[in-house]
């Protein structure tokens, strides 16, 4: 009785109708269709990943089959999420950072690219004097620091140990050493301990240079910055 009255598409996922719109028009040029993935809602109003077979029929019919594969998507999904995700900040990691930059080596459009490299200043000391839990508490809250005070279009990631780095997609140097004076030396507000970062910038500015060299200046500058604080510390 639920399904009285009611058209295929209507229990589409609407992201997917334009798809399966598509796949029914196409049809009767390709007789076959298989592994055709949708979103089809249930009697609860959710939604389950159905894998469709379908061929033509006599007249005006279509023969359809399906499968739930709502699982196995889920798990996929879940796969792909830890395979690119810190597990302890929820941040990028330095995987998903390489992947993008590939892609940003070859788009012109998104020049210049700005990269900034932020360290926590004396983590081993924080490690050694509160413990690693607080370390990793550090992490988390400069972690959320740095989503905080970046823009939403820059992609922020955890590079390894207590190193972040943050790629800035079309943004000159002078803007991005505006955005690394908000992080060089501040107080961490998000942990209950008094840390300080210090960070370095780069710029990519011509597609004849490579981001490995970009990334290696930044880390450079940065490691000159974090010299500095404990110069003052001294």
Not at 5 to 13: E, S
Not at 72 to 83: C, D, R, T
Not at 184 to 193: D, F, I, K, V
Request: glycine share 4%.
């Amino acid at each position: 009785d639920e399904l009285e009255g009611k058209r295929f598409l209507d229990l589409v996922h609407p992201e997917d109708v334009e798809k399966t719109l598509k796949l029914l028009q196409d049809l009767p040029n390709w007789q076959v269709v298989f592994n055709f993935v949708n979103r089809y809602k249930t009697h609860d109003g959710r939604y389950r990943h159905l894998e469709w077979q379908a061929q033509v029929g006599y007249g005006k019919y279509i023969y359809a089959s399906a499968r739930d594969i709502t699982d196995s998507v889920m798990k996929q999904a879940e796969y792909e999420y830890h395979s690119y995700h810190d597990p302890l900040t929820g941040l990028y990691n330095r995987r998903y950072v390489e992947e993008i930059l590939k892609n940003l080596q070859l788009d012109e459009t998104s020049l210049p690219v700005s990269i900034l490299m932020a360290d926590i200043d004396s983590l081993k000391t924080i490690n050694d004097l509160h413990g690693h839990q607080a370390g990793d508490e550090t992490i988390i809250a400069m972690a959320e620091s740095l989503i905080k005070r970046c823009r939403p279009t820059d992609i922020v990631a955890r590079w390894g140990g207590d190193e972040f780095i943050v790629i800035l997609p079309k943004t000159s140097h002078e803007t991005a050493l505006r955005i690394a004076e908000r992080l060089n030396g501040t107080p961490n507000e998000a942990s209950t301990l008094k840390v300080t970062t210090s960070s370095g910038v780069a710029t990519k500015i011509s597609m004849l240079e490579d981001f490995p060299e970009v990334i290696r200046l930044a880390d450079q500058r940065m490691y000159e910055a974090k010299r500095l604080v404990h110069k003052k510390k001294d």
